[in-house]
């Protein structure tokens, strides 16, 4: 042995057995997290859907990519499910939740100031703000679609 390596003991490529046991034990659980809040999402009304469970699946999909990630490298063998599979960066989508979000509460705003007028007499800025604001959550909505973030259809959208 040589001496820096017998001043740290001996060098191994190989991971300890409890590392890997405890990374497996934690995508299992980030695994579990996924499963819990996609069946939040899709049991829950839509209108009710807080965005933290958007957030969450989000999140729970780039730390099993990770630990997928790690694991591999180790040379572990980690079968990919359909559900984890991340097609956007997790800050971006988070970003976009928030987005959708605030439009949703400036529709929202709008509408109730659209009835306090009647349709006959809302002024212009109102009509103009609710055709924006539905215009603006159509194109995030579509925008998550397609990177299969998790995204609620709402009457007022």
Same mark, same amino acid.
Not at 14 to 34: D, N, V
Not at 38 to 61: G, K, Q
Not at 132 to 146: D, G, M, P, S, V
């Given at each position: =042995?040589?001496?820096?390596?017998?001043?740290?003991?001996?060098?191994?490529?190989?991971?300890?057995?409890?590392?890997?046991?405890?990374?497996?034990? #934690? #995508?299992?659980?980030?695994?579990? =997290?996924?499963?819990v809040?996609?069946?939040?999402?899709?049991? +829950?009304?839509?209108?009710?859907?807080?965005?933290?469970?958007?957030?969450?699946? $989000?999140?729970?999909?780039g730390?099993?990519?990770?630990?997928?990630?790690? +694991?591999?490298?180790?040379?572990e063998?980690?079968?990919?499910?359909?559900?984890?599979?991340? %097609?956007a960066?997790?800050s971006? %989508?988070?970003?976009?939740l928030?987005? #959708?979000?605030?439009?949703r509460?400036n529709?929202?705003? +709008?509408?109730?100031?659209?009835?306090?007028f009647?349709?006959?007499?809302?002024?212009?800025? $109102?009509?103009?703000?609710i055709?924006?604001?539905?215009?603006?959550?159509?194109?995030?909505?579509?925008?998550?679609?397609?990177w299969?973030a998790?995204?609620?259809? #709402?009457?007022?959208?």
């Open positions: =042995m040589s001496k820096p390596q017998s001043l740290f003991g001996r060098k191994s490529s190989a991971p300890e057995p409890s590392a890997l046991a405890e990374q497996k034990h #934690l #995508l299992h659980s980030w695994r579990t =997290m996924l499963r809040c996609l069946e939040l999402n899709h049991a +829950l009304d839509p209108a009710l859907i807080p965005t933290e469970v958007a957030n969450s699946i $989000v999140e729970a999909r730390e099993i990519t990770r630990i997928k990630a790690m +694991l591999r490298e180790q040379g063998e980690v079968a990919d499910l359909a559900d984890e599979v991340p %097609v960066d997790a971006e %989508v988070k970003h976009q928030n987005l #959708l979000a605030i439009h509460r529709l929202e705003q +709008l509408l109730r100031q659209r009835e306090h009647g349709e006959r007499d809302t002024p212009s800025a $109102v009509t103009n703000g055709l924006n604001a539905r215009t603006e959550i159509a194109q995030i909505k579509r925008r998550l679609t397609e299969q998790p995204v609620s259809d #709402l009457p007022s959208d």
